[in-house]
């Protein structure tokens, strides 16, 4: 049991190039969510998904776009990279149990645009 | 909207200090409460919660209570150690919402 994983864990891009940060969980949890966490500004949420099938933008969403591929996978892609997007970027999953709520984080993937 | 206040940091105690971060909120209705802790180089980790008021959550030697009346949810150790030495976070998660809301973070360093 893995729990959540998250590929790369650094990466430089410069300006303008696109990529792709891959987010796993095994815990077979519905909800879904990237944050990005930058100095003094707490995490923030991009995207998130309820379900497998769904996706709905969070309270940062511009310049980023997700994939729910399946229950398992939560994609996100930077199509045009750019400086502002420099950022420790982290995947959650969620679980909820007897209504009570645990969300579970990945190790996250440290982003630098040049 | 929903927002979470934190002191700022950093704290810096020695070891075997009594440790309190503060933490406020404002949100609508009855959220539920949560402190995260991040160790460095890692993902955060969910470290107590609370989901109603007057509730006390604790673990490892922390705890928290939720006060309505005050909209507060401190952070409370009362006896640190250095192993404790991380970001901590303050979150909410508002009624209906689906995702939490986070505080900015405080950096805590015990010395030996």
């Known amino acids: 049991n893995a729990g959540v994983t998250q590929t790369p864990k650094f990466q430089v891009l410069k300006t303008g190039q696109s990529m792709t940060l891959q987010c796993a969980q095994d815990?077979?949890?519905?909800?879904m969510y990237w944050y990005r966490q930058d100095p003094g500004m707490g995490l923030r949420l991009i995207y998130y998904?309820?379900?497998?099938?769904?996706?709905d933008k969070g309270e940062v969403p511009n310049g980023y776009n997700v994939s729910r591929l399946n229950k398992r996978e939560f994609s996100l892609r930077l199509e045009s990279a750019a400086p502002s997007q420099t950022s420790v970027y982290f995947c959650?999953?969620?679980?909820?149990?007897?209504?009570?709520?645990?969300?579970?984080f990945g190790p996250g993937t440290r982003l630098l645009v040049l | 909207g929903n927002s979470v206040t934190q002191m700022e940091g950093p704290v810096t105690l020695s070891e075997e200090a009594f440790l309190t971060i503060n933490c406020t909120y404002t949100?609508?209705?009855?959220?539920?409460l949560f402190w995260y802790v991040q160790y460095p180089g890692e993902g955060l980790q969910l470290l107590l919660k609370?989901?109603?008021?007057?509730d006390k959550g604790s673990n490892k030697g922390f705890e928290a209570t939720y006060r309505k009346e005050t909209t507060s949810f401190h952070l409370e150790k009362g006896s640190v150690q250095v192993s404790d030495s991380a970001v901590y976070f303050c979150?909410?998660?508002?009624?209906?919402?689906?995702?939490?809301?986070f505080g900015s973070g405080t950096q805590l360093t015990v010395l030996p």
């Open positions: 959650a999953s969620r679980a909820w149990t007897e209504r009570q709520e645990t969300q579970y």
């Open positions: 815990m077979n949890h519905n909800s």
């Open positions: 998904s309820a379900s497998e099938g769904t996706t």
């Open positions: 949100a609508t209705g009855y959220p539920s």
């Open positions: 609370a989901t109603k008021a007057d």
């Open positions: 979150a909410l998660r508002g009624g209906s919402a689906r995702q939490l809301t």
